[in-house]
């Protein structure tokens, strides 16, 4: 057998240990899953699988970076014209939340979309804390156009 090699895996071994249980504490610090559930009201909000969207699993995200989600394609449910509002509720363990949107790239401001009538948005996310996890509820409202 071979001792030289035997000594090199020994001692790889003791300073990945070594490494993982002192290191997991700081990264503990700087990385957090994030999850949220979907409320909408006068819209549906589907994954471009035709699936309702009800949670948004962001990931392991790191603290202070933004996020984009996978498109989502909203429709409207109302017999009017209808502008969209994207807002949060119930921020649980966050700091700072900054959630946002777009439509082709472009921001969503005064987007009137008419009855039936679908976009395709992605969501963007930047969230901060000092927290192993982090939560809070999307709320997509269509409100009557003006």
């Known amino acids: 057998m071979n001792f030289k090699a035997l000594g ?3 001692l790889i071994a003791v300073l990945t240990f070594a490494a993982l249980t002192y290191g997991m504490p700081y990264l503990r ?9 979907v409320t909408t009201i006068g819209v549906t909000a589907r994954w471009l699988n035709c699936t309702l969207v009800t949670l948004i699993d962001w990931g392991i995200v790191d603290n202070n970076t933004e996020y984009v989600m996978d ?18 509720t119930n921020p649980i ?16 401001v005064e987007q009137k979309i008419d009855p039936g009538a679908s976009i395709l948005v992605n969501l963007h996310q930047t ?20």
Do not use: H, K, M
């Open 71 to 88: 498109p989502i394609n909203i429709t409207s449910t109302s017999n009017v014209p209808v502008t969209l509002s994207l807002n949060y």
């Open 127 to 146: 969230v901060t804390g000092n927290q192993t996890t982090f939560s809070y509820n999307t709320v997509i409202t269509a409100i009557e156009a003006t």
């Open 29 to 37: 610090d700087y990385f957090f899953p994030t999850t949220g559930s």
């Open 93 to 108: 363990n966050i700091t700072s939340l900054i959630l946002t949107w777009d439509y082709t790239d472009r921001p969503i």
């Open 8 to 10: 090199a895996i020994l």
